[in-house]
């Protein structure tokens, strides 16, 4: 059982967790840059605490359509992670990696959900490097898993995760884009005792 | 006018005819509806988790398929639904990613399902239709007016059960 609870390191947390979001983000955003060609701004990750019945609706409608991109962690850190992207997003994105014009709109084919995979783990990716590199932890990602479907219905992988241990979950929401915004959550779901050990590796004690 | 009572995530309620109760986007979590066709009374509960028991924090008693029907028959029973006529119908119970490992997450929502019809056995409610598993997410609604459960889910048609 983890020396802290998720309730109990939460302010503490939510900073660390910010600002690996913040390099997590930039050497995503730099990946998918340069991936695509083009110039990707950035702005600071904004962490959400929320209660674990909420998650469904947190980034939007429950039941609009948004994808969900799923990795499992393991080796120091045991858990999982999760990445979302609102439709639109999802497919400018794809457009861009296609090299279709931006405002195409179709339903996604195989090809354009492993193109999403495949930017959903970079991002991924990006995100654990920092994390990584900040603690001196070794953390391998599994392959990426993906789905298409209702909001609330892929966040409720996450919030069955959180909910095993408490009430809470952390949203953190990056925005990143040139002329179209894009917007995506990154949800790190580390099995309890994953907890101190990130914290103990960054030097945090309670 | 019928009205459209909500369920969220770990959350119960109740409903009378003419009204409609739903919950939106259910995934690994279970949709229980009981209901009893004489008076027309029903109720949902949108369940996550199998198990109570094994649980350090279990005070939301909604977020248990134990403790949440529990609740919910309770509640049913007291807005006049009477006990031996009561049905029940499940849907939900999806793996969202197929993933393969066999951790504790990964068939979470077969366990829910199969921790459903377990609690159904022990109270004697019998489950009369389930649409459960597979690896998409569904909205449900029950109309209490006729007992009808429907079932959206996306790119596919609307299923009564």
Known sequence: ?206 | MSKVIKVGMADLNICKSPDIITTLGLGSCIGLTLYDPVTKVGGMVHYMLPDSTQMRNNSNIAKFADTGIDELLKQVLRAGANRTRLVAKIAGGAKMFSVSGSSNISNIGERNALAAKAKLKQLRIRLIAEDTGLNYGRTVELHCETGDFYIKAIGKPVKKI
């Open chain 1, 1 to 206: 059982m983890g020396k802290f609870t998720l309730e109990e390191v939460n302010t503490m947390y939510v900073d660390v967790l910010r600002e690996i979001g913040n390099i997590g983000a930039g050497n995503a955003t730099t990946a998918i840059a340069s991936m695509l060609g083009i110039r990707l701004d950035m702005s600071v990750p904004k962490v959400a605490l929320l209660e674990v019945s909420q998650l469904g609706s947190a980034i939007c409608r429950e039941d609009e359509t948004i994808v969900g991109i799923f990795l499992e962690v393991q080796s120091d850190i045991e858990g999982s992670m999760m990445f979302l992207l609102k439709m639109d997003s999802a497919q400018f994105l794809v457009n861009k990696l296609m090299g279709r014009d931006g405002d195409f709109k179709t339903e996604f084919d195989e090809m354009d959900l492993s193109a999403l995979k495949e930017i959903g783990n970079i991002i991924a990716a990006s995100y654990l490097n920092a994390l990584s590199s900040l603690t001196n932890l070794v953390i391998t990602p599994s392959i990426p898993y993906i789905a298409v479907d209702m909001a609330a219905s892929i966040l409720s992988v996450p919030a069955i995760e959180f909910g095993q241990f408490g009430d809470h979950a952390l949203l953190i929401q990056t925005e990143f884009g040139d002329d179209v915004m894009i917007n995506g959550y990154f949800i790190l779901m580390p099995e309890e005792d994953s907890y101190d050990k990130i914290l103990t590796a960054l030097g945090l004690s309670l």
